[in-house]
Structures are given as structure tokens and as C-alpha cells.
């Protein structure tokens, strides 16, 4: 009982949320009010929902009673609980940014509702136990993005909006042609039952040829090369705290889908398939750093680091299939999950302290901008504990989520990638150091008539903006001094992912 | 039958990637219209197709008869036809903004400074 009612929670409470706020569609101050104790609540269920999986493991849910494969089942296990922590902690930090940095006329046309639309398509991603309902939340999730993508009309947004579009509605219908031929294969899409079968029909080419359409189809959406040209294209449009939440969660659904499938389905020919992803993370990572050291403006450098990103997450679960003892996957996808992790709250932040420096110098240009060193103080260093987290200095959380995956790869015997993943880190600390240079300690260029009218903030809106900002700072630190305990929960959750049976017989009952 | 519609299938898909790929909007949303239709289409025929069975047990049965034709496909396709809509809806409307915007329906055109 009390974990169907767990299960149910972090999709309810977006849900809630969203379709209250649009009945009182004029009241914008209950939208704001709704937005904070929505993403509150998500956040306490996500908390409540990973206590209760760690305590009992994998724990599923079938709505209307329907026995599985037959109903719609929702499962989480650590994995999952994890992400929809997750997704509550960067919601909580993005919607109270918001607060203080939306523009009366979005808020006015449903900013706060699609936010929360979102967060039901990505925690209905994270929970889902069945692959065409996966299907159907990614729609839920894509959708509220498209609107809140191009929510304000600009002349950038349209430009990058109708890019974001397309290659999402590509990248869709691949996975529902890739969800199609799956079911006439094996005559079924509960992903549990299906990992059953996978396993009678052992390797088989059709299988892996529909494991490659999951590949592109989930490629897309979290940018792996060759497939991430649509991020950059727009993530820097949208207003600040929107753009930081597409950074901290949107891309992170697609690696989810990508570790669920590849760790759960697509088992048996791993020396071709992960293989594969581990070659495909490598390339990721160089051309994401490198396209990012010719950026110029603030977000598009972000952008890019994404896509480098997302090739760590990849490669410890390409690692994860080449190794043959278990032991060994574990530490991998320990890796992937730690680095996930400490990616989702980084990230957010930079995107984050990139707006408030936008607002103060009033452009995202990086030779435009100056000064916020001696100006903003606080803000210098509340960039310095993510960036440096990102580019992977010890103590903070991106130095244990690397090591990791480094000491992975070794174990792997898999130099080519380990040597990548340092060099691309050292690549990543050389763009940080860029931003640091431009943005923060060059002085402004321009008067300081100029500059005084260029900012569009008064000293007491910067420090309510902070709070957020030093809040994810803290936890970035948190999770490199506690880095032990998360390491403890990643392996955890990558045991279990590794460990099918557990997931299957969570549910389909008493008959695996 | 299964052949005929795979046929169909692969012109869909050949006809919207074709349209994707000329230097107009318009021809944009063709494509991807066509490209989900085939998707659609793709799932109804290795569902398996089974003509005038419907899978309805007859009066006094406990099962319907076998073979009848398999009804997960069909919803299936139903949910992806109501999400297509929607989503086209919104990037019809959204390509419209773009082409007022633009003053073009050359995606080559489309700049982000004046």
C-alpha cells in the first residue's frame, strides 16, 4: 500500500500542481505560491520514495489492479528514485529562481504550470515500467518543453525552437517505429516481461538492429554524437532559469532511457552494442569540449559542455557491458549514476549564475561581460565551486564522479577511453578558466554610466537570486565531502540495475 | 499483405525524409507528418495483420476466437495519432511565428540578428 501510494506521488504532484494553476489561469501569484510548494512536495516525495526503495528494493505498482504485463506498471528502484530526487532538487532551485527573474508576461501565460508539466513528463520517464508508456511521457515532457522553448516569441527562441522541434519529432517517431518492431518481435512492451523474453530469444540480429533504433532514438535526446546538434542550437534561448532547467533534466531523461534499456533489454550482444556506446561517448566528449572552446557567449559555452558530459554518463555504461565481472559493471555504472548526479545539480547552477551575470551585465557575451569579480564577490565564488566541481578538482563532487569512471576504464583495460576522459577534463578546467577570465575578473569594458544602465538588477534582487544559486553550491560541496555515502547509493543502484532478476520478479510477482 | 504495406511503409518514410530535407518549412511539417504516419503504420503491420477477426468472444465464450486480430497495436497507434495531432498542432503554429518572424521559409534564412 504504501508503496503504490509512494509511486504515485511524484507523478501526482506535478500533475496537481499544473492543472490547478490552469484553472486559476489569472491569479499569477497563486501560480508562484503553487510552483514553490509543488516542487517542495516533489522533492520530499522523491526523498520519501528513495528511503522506502532503499529500505525494501525495487518495488512496482500496477494502476487499475491490472496484473502485469497486461496494465500499466510503474517500478522504481534506486536508479529511478534517484533521478526523481533529482529532478525535485533542480525544480525546487530553478522555480524559486524563477521567482526573482521571470518576466511579468510569461509568468502571466503559464510559466509555473508547463515547469510542472515537464517534471510530470520527466518523472513519469523515471518511473514508467513499460516502453510505450515511455513513449507517451517523453511526449508529455517534449511537449512542455516546445512551449516553454519558444514561451516569449523572441526572434532567438523561434530560431532555436524550430530546430528543438524537429529533431525531437525525428527523434520520436524513430522510437515509436523502434517500440513497434519490438512488439511484433516478441509480442509485448512491459519492459520487465520483455526482459524475460529478450533473455528465451538470447542474441539475435533483429534485436540488436531495434536496440540500435533505441540507440538513435535515445542519442537524440540526450545529444550524443553525432546527434547533438540541436542543443546548442537552442538552449541558450530561453530565459535563464528555463534554459537551466532543460540543462539540469532534459538530456538526463535521455541517458536515463539509454542505462535503462542497455542495461535491462539489449544485454546480449554487448561486445557489439556497448562497445559501440563506449566509442560513441568518447567521440561526445571531444567534440562537445572542443566545440566549446571556440564559443564566445556564456550559454552556448555551457551547451557544449553539456554534450561533453553526456559522454561520461554513456561511457560507464559502455564500460559496464565489456567487463565480465560483475564487481567491475557495478563500479562502471556506479560511475555513470554518481556522474549523473553530480552533472544534474552542476549544471543547473552554472546556468544559473550565467543569468544572474547576464542580468548585472546586461548581454551573454563573454567580451561584453567583465568586472563581476569586483563587483559580485559572492557570485565569483558561488561560479568557482561548479565550474571547478565540473572540470573535476578535488574536493568537490565532479573529481570522485571522474575518478570513477577513470578507474573504470583501467579496469576495463580500456585505456582509450580513461586517457580521453582526463584530457577532456583538463580541456573543460581550460574553458572554465576562459569564463573565469572574460566574465569575472577582466574589468567591464564600456563607462560605468554605461554598465550602471546596461544592469537590469537592483543589489537586492542579485542577493534573493544567490540564494538558489549558493544552495546547489552547498550541495555540490556536500556531495564531494559526503562522496563516500553517494558512492555507496550509486552502487547500490547499479547493483540492481545489473541484477535483472530483482527487477523482473519486482514486476511480475511471484513468477519470474 | 504484409509485403504491399511494408512497401507503403518505406515510401512514407522515403517521401518524408525527402521532404525534411528541401530548403522549406512547409515541406518541413510535410515530412514529419508523413514520417509519423509511417511510423503508425510500421507498428500496425509487424503487430501482425488478421482480416474480419475481431477479438471479441462470442456470447457464452470465455476467450475470443483464435486467431483474431491482436488490439494492442490498434490503441497503440490511436495514442501516437492523438500525441502526433497535438504535437503538430503546436509546430504548425510554432513554423507560422517563424515564417511571419523570418519573413522566409528558408530554414538557411532564418537569423538571429536583424
Known sequence: MMANVLLVLPLLIPLLTAATSFLAWRRTALHRALAVVGAAALLAAGIALLVYVWNHGTIATQAGAWPAPFGITLVADLFSALMVVLAGVVSLAVVIFSLGSMDRGREAYGYYPLVHGLLLGVCGAFLTGDLFNLYVWFEVMLMASFVLLALGGERAQLHGGIKYVTLNLVSSAVFLAAVGILYGLTGTLNMADLAERLNRIGPHSAVTAVGMLFLIAFGIKAAMFPLFFWLPASYHTPPGAASALFAGLLTKVGVYALIRVFTLLFVHEREFTHLLILVLSGLTMVTGVLGAVAQQEFRRVLSFHIISQIGYMTMGLGLAGLVDSPALAAVALAGSIFYIAHHIIVKTNLFLVSTVARRICGTFDLKLQGGLYQSQPLLAVLFLVPALSLAGIPPLSGFFAKLSLVQAGLNAEQYAIAATALAVGLLTLFSMTKIWAEAFWKPMPGTPTENAAASLLAPAQTRRLLIPIGALALLTVAIGLGAEFVFTLATGAAEQLLHRESYIQAVMGGTP | ?114
Open chain 2, 1 to 114: 499483405m504484409e509485403t504491399v504495406l511494408a512497401i507503403v511503409v518505406g515510401c512514407l518514410y522515403a517521401a518524408g525524409i525527402y521532404m525534411m530535407l528541401r530548403r522549406s518549412l512547409f515541406k518541413l511539417i510535410l515530412g514529419l507528418v508523413l514520417l509519423s504516419h509511417g511510423a503508425n503504420l510500421l507498428i500496425f503491420t509487424v503487430g501482425g495483420l488478421t482480416r474480419g477477426r475481431p477479438p471479441i468472444a462470442p456470447p457464452g465464450a470465455t476467450q475470443p476466437p483464435t486467431p483474431s486480430a491482436d488490439p494492442l497495436p490498434q490503441s497503440l497507434i490511436l495514442t501516437a495519432i492523438v500525441i502526433g495531432f497535438a504535437v503538430l498542432a503546436f509546430s504548425l503554429v510554432l513554423f507560422h511565428r517563424g515564417y511571419q518572424t523570418f519573413g522566409s521559409d528558408d530554414p538557411d534564412d532564418l537569423k538571429v540578428s536583424e
